[in-house]
Every structure is written in structure tokens, then in C-alpha cells.
């Protein structure tokens, strides 16, 4: 007779933690938040400022948590739909529904062996071991308030790899690419969009395994071929970033979307696609960095420009995701049984990211210790 949990696709996995950036509510929250998000990163209150006015500028609340509670039903969805039996929680690293509350929530439930899904795509200190650490702290807290002893963790984490090169990502942003071509002329250009970062974060993402770059131009090249080969043409593309902060004196990854448009213009582009390929959803970044502000700059430079969707909770990408959750049930399995684990399925060039974040994976800064232990890794402390 097998053990009963082994019937389950999902096992050893008790719950499914979806572990996002959050944002406010409404105007009263713009304030804390921000500077729940900045807290100790230097960035400049004239930043800070122009910030609180984008959110201001949509009444004060970010699309992001809608679209959050948009994923989670999904998840939810699919998961019933292929008879998997793994409830979801949602819990944000910045605002409130927090992480702690939704590890909470699935311990009071019985969890004990939780997987965490971020949405963040790429591996950077952002995307990556900044999560980790709250995550980190979350059970700490936890811990503490139900009374264990210091050093017992409540639950066990484990944490689904980054999935910028899974197929059901890429196949979610191909099909948006695509529908976003049938509004432009026949000859526009592509180009992807992501968040920027400083150039050290760069550096430091790419010292176990190939660097946030590097990742977007992976799957920015599978993309591109992929619409080339709908469209029956080649599609010329670049890769561009936004939402650049910190002090003007550290250097961040360039070229910003807007001075791409510019040099476009002046080589004579007259329309592109622009395809949030760093974003899972519609949030902030991408409604006021690139449907007000980049779009602005396509227009004054008289040229025609269309931002296809992000992934959101389009079917391949949300299917996709209930893949890479059930294969990295499966490798947990194998791993807790001494097996050979199933190979990751990815896309391009690149290889999957690691289940299991490596020592030095994904620091702030290279060589530099935060000094804050990071869970889903080999070792916290590394
Ligand atoms: C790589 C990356 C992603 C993509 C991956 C992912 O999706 O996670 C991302 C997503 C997001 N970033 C977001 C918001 C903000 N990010 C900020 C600041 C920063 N982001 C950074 C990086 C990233 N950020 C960095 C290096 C900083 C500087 C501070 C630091 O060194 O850590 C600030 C402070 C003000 C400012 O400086 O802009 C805000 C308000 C929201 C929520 C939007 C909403 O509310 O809808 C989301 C999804
Ligand atoms: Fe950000």
C-alpha cells in the first residue's frame, strides 16, 4: 500500500504560498508603504515623492493586488481542475495581506511543508533572495508567536525556481506579442521592457548562474523568434528598462525605455510593440512607466506604439505554473527518496535556474553579506 500522501501529485506540499510585492489600498496607504518598500535603500525622497504620484495620479491604490487575488483564483482553479488537492495563500512582502499572516493562515490549517511562488520571473536580489529573507523572518515571527522554541521553524519552505525560461511563460508572452502586432503597422519593432536595477545587483545575480540580463535577452530572443515565425517575417527587437530609482550617481542597467524610443525615432522606427516581458501583471510599473510615460514619449516622437499585455492569468501561463509547482512537487519527492529528479522543462538557451538557491545566489551586492538569513537555500546563512 503506498503512504496516502504519495496520491497526491502535490505531495510533499501541503499548501501553495503566493508571495508578491503588494501595494496600497487606497490613499492613506501610498505613504507607509513606500516606505516599507525603501526602508534602508537610500533611495531619494524626491523619488519618493514623484513615486507616491504616480499612485496618487490612480487614486491612490495599486491594480496589484486585484491582480494578485485574479492569480490566486486561477491557481486555484487549475489546480481543482487536474483533481490536485493544494489550497492557495497570498501573502505579500510589502504590504498587507503580509507573508506571515498567509504562513499563519496555512499553519493554523495544518501545513507543515509549504512551497512558495513568487511573482517575480527573474533571479535578482529583488526577485529572488529579498523574498528569502522576508521569508526568513515570516517564520521567525511565526515561530515566536505560536511559542516555539528560538531556532524551530513552524513549517518547512521551499520555494519553485525563477521561471522567466519555463514554456508556459513564454508561450503566454508569444501569444500577447503576437495579438499586440495585429494593431501596428506591418514593419513595427519589438521592444521588451523590464524593471532596471543597479548595475551591482546585475552583477551580483550573475555570479552562480547567468545574471538578470542575461535572462531577459534569453527569453526576449526565444519571444522574438517565436512571433517572427506567426508573423512570417523577422522581427527586429532590444531590450529597454524602466522604473529606474536610487541616487542619480549609481549607475542602473540602461538603455531606459524612453531614451530607446528616442534613438528608435531617430533611426527612423515609426511604430513598436512594447512587451512588459519583466512584469507578470499590469501593475504600477507598468500602467504609469509604460502606458503613461513611455507612450507619451512614443507620441511626442510621433511614433505609433502598442504595450502588449503582461502574462497576467492568461491560460498557458497559469497552466505553466501548475506544471512547475506539480514538477517541483515531484523533484522534492525524489530528492526525500534518494531518486534521480525529473528534468526542468525550459525554453532557449539558458538552463533552469536552481529548485535549491546556492550559496552567494542572488545577493544584493557581491561580496557583501545583508547579514539577514535567506530560506529556500542550501545553506541561510551562505
Ligand atoms: C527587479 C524588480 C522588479 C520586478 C520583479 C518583481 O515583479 O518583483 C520590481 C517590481 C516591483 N516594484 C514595485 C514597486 C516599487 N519598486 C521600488 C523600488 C525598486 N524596485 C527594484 C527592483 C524591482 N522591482 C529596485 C532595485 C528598487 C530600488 C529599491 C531597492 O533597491 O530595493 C519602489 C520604491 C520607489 C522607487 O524607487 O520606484 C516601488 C514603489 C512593484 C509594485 C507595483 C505596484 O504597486 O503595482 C513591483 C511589482
Ligand atoms: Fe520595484
Redesign the pocket.
Known sequence: MPHETSLSPAAPYDALLLA?????DGPDDVLP??RN??AG?G?PDE??AE?AEH?HHFGGA???NQQNLALQAALTAELERRGVDLPVVWGNR?WTPYTKDALAAAHADGARRVLAL?????A????CR?YREDFWTALEELGAELGLAAGEQPLVLDKVRPYFNHPGFVAANVDAVTEAFGKVPEDARLVFV?????DT?EEASGLVAAP?SAQHLDVAATVAAAVGERLGRTVEWDLAYC?R??PPSQPWLEPDVNDLLTDLAGRGVRSVVLSPI???SD???V?YDLDTEALETAEALSMTAVRADSVGTREPFVRGLVDLILERAATARAVDAGQTPPEPATVGALPARYDVCRPGCCR?QAGVDSGRPAACSVDPLS
Open positions: 508578491s510585492f503588494g501595494g496600497p508603504f513606500l518598500v525603501t535603500k533611495i523619488r519618493l513615486v499612485y495599486s491594480p496589484i510589502n513568487v511573482t517575480s520571473a527573474y535578482s536580489y529583488s526577485g529579498q523590464t524593471h532596471s536595477i543597479p545587483m538578470y522604473s530609482s536610487g519583466g512584469f507578470v501593475h504600477m510599473e500602467v544584493r
